[in-house]
């Protein structure tokens, strides 16, 4: 594997909007790279400057060596499908679908060949001579994607492409891409703010914030180890402490909080370093009596059934609310009980804190 797609340094700016800032990162050839995010931090942007709608304002991109901008669209090995669909109404499935190769004059017999083995990869074969409005959103959408798979591109480009279908397409329809994906081996740079889709289909996910790139790494990594804040809440469900280190042994950190004392472990924290701990649902515990290095006091508010699992609410002192997860069956405590909360010092995510008003909300932190 090489880089197929090398952004450096890129910025985008719009009068006096800095929209995308200073983004670094290489995709790889045949992967299935997500940038994830929420609404309004960047994503379509820089796809727009991938696919080479968009010029960036400072900085470069390259795909496969060479500056996008410098080629005509139809040159570009880079295709783009998009969360419209943009079929062309009045054409057939089959026009529809054959349309980039009519553009670059490849001969009749190719074309029908082309459009009909590509028809049966998207599972839509019998359905040429329909026209778009007479299809089904699931079914418009891999239209699309066989239109934008026809020219076999090396890198596609997807701009919340399912975001129009009813949950439970949506899910087939992330396992059929993924399958497409790896069956044709073409790059997929693929955009959603749905981050359980991410999850699931991407073998990186870059996680965009504000116009910065805050992290990029494999599904596990970014779920296990969330390198900020943002990123820690923004994927899965997490429980946040802010705190500030008050003692340091070895890679044990203890964390003073609002409401008592925390531990974790992690390496490169200072003493009276502002952090945040980030514990997950699933890995909170709760004793009926003291747990050394812990002394969150709780009260069981509340469960919720989700199927599979039993979430429990248990509220803190200054008001918070905490989740824990179990497996349905398992034992939790009774609503009203008082319990400590703690979890392994493993467990905890130790995230390094650069949030002013977090700061200031830590200082004012009443000792004793
Ligand atoms: N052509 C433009 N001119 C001015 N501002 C723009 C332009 N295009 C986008 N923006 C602004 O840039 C920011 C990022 O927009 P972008 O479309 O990249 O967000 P996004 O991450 O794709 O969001 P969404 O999830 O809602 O699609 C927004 O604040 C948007 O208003
Ligand atoms: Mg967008």
């Keep these: 594997?090489?880089?197929?797609?090398?952004?450096?340094?890129?910025?985008?700016?719009?009068?006096?909007?800095?929209?995308?800032?200073?983004?670094?990162?290489?995709?790889?050839?045949?992967?299935?790279?997500?940038l994830l995010g929420s609404s309004g931090c960047g994503k379509t942007t820089t796809l727009r400057m991938i696919a080479g709608f968009e010029e960036p304002t400072s900085g470069s991109i390259k795909v496969e060596g060479e500056a996008i901008g410098d080629k005509e669209p139809f040159?570009?090995?880079?295709?783009?499908?998009?969360?419209?669909?943009?079929?062309?109404?009045?054409?057939?499935?089959?026009?529809?679908?054959?349309?980039?190769?009519?553009?670059?004059?490849?001969?009749?017999?190719?074309?029908?060949?082309?459009?009909?083995?590509?028809?049966?990869?998207?599972?839509?074969?019998?359905?040429?001579?329909r026209y778009p409005s007479q299809l089904s959103g699931g079914q418009k959408q891999r239209v699309a994607i066989a239109r934008a798979l026809i020219n076999r591109p090396r890198v596609l480009l997807l701009d919340e492409p399912l975001g129009a279908l009813d949950l439970k397409l949506r899910k087939q329809m992330?396992?059929?891409?993924?399958?497409?994906q790896r069956k044709l081996n073409i790059t997929f740079i693929y955009v959603t703010h749905d981050q359980e889709e991410a999850l699931t289909m991407s073998d990186r996910i870059a996680i965009m914030h504000d116009g910065v790139l805050d992290q990029l790494g494999t599904p596990s990594e970014i779920y296990e180890n969330p390198?900020?804040?943002?990123v820690a809440t923004f994927i899965g469900e997490t429980n946040t402490f802010d705190g500030c280190i008050r003692s340091i042994d070895g890679e044990h950190v203890s964390v003073m909080i609002e409401n008592g004392n925390i531990c974790g472990c992690?390496?490169?924290?200072?003493?009276?370093?502002?952090?945040?701990?980030?514990?997950?649902?699933?890995?909170?515990?709760?004793?009926?009596?003291?747990?050394?290095?812990?002394?969150?006091?709780?009260?069981?508010?509340?469960?919720?059934?989700?199927?599979?699992?039993?979430?429990?609410?248990?509220?803190?002192?200054?008001?918070?609310?905490?989740?824990?997860?179990?497996?349905?069956?398992?034992?939790?405590?009774?609503p009203g009980s008082r319990v400590y909360i703690y979890w392994e010092e493993k467990d905890a995510v130790l995230i390094h804190n650069q949030d002013q008003l977090i700061f200031q909300a830590v200082d004012s932190i009443p000792l004793g």
């Design 174 to 180: 992330q396992l059929e891409l993924k399958r497409l």
């Design 266 to 334: 992690g390496k490169g924290f200072a003493l009276n370093e502002y952090i945040t701990v980030s514990v997950r649902p699933e890995k909170m515990k709760y004793s009926e009596t003291p747990i050394d290095g812990f002394t969150i006091k709780a009260i069981v508010k509340d469960y919720v059934y989700v199927g599979s699992v039993i979430k429990c609410i248990v509220s803190l002192p200054n008001g918070n609310e905490i989740k824990i997860e179990r497996l349905s069956g398992e034992e939790l405590p009774k």
């Design 227 to 230: 390198k900020t804040r943002f």
């Design 75 to 129: 040159e570009r090995n880079v295709n783009t499908v998009f969360q419209s669909y943009a079929l062309f109404p009045h054409k057939t499935i089959y026009d529809n679908v054959a349309y980039g190769l009519k553009m670059k004059k490849v001969p009749k017999a190719e074309i029908k060949k082309r459009v009909t083995e590509m028809l049966a990869l998207v599972q839509l074969e019998g359905f040429e001579k």
């Design 1 to 34: 594997m090489g880089a197929i797609v090398e952004i450096e340094g890129v910025n985008k700016i719009y009068g006096t909007n800095h929209v995308v800032k200073d983004l670094n990162l290489t995709v790889e050839e045949g992967e299935f790279l997500t």
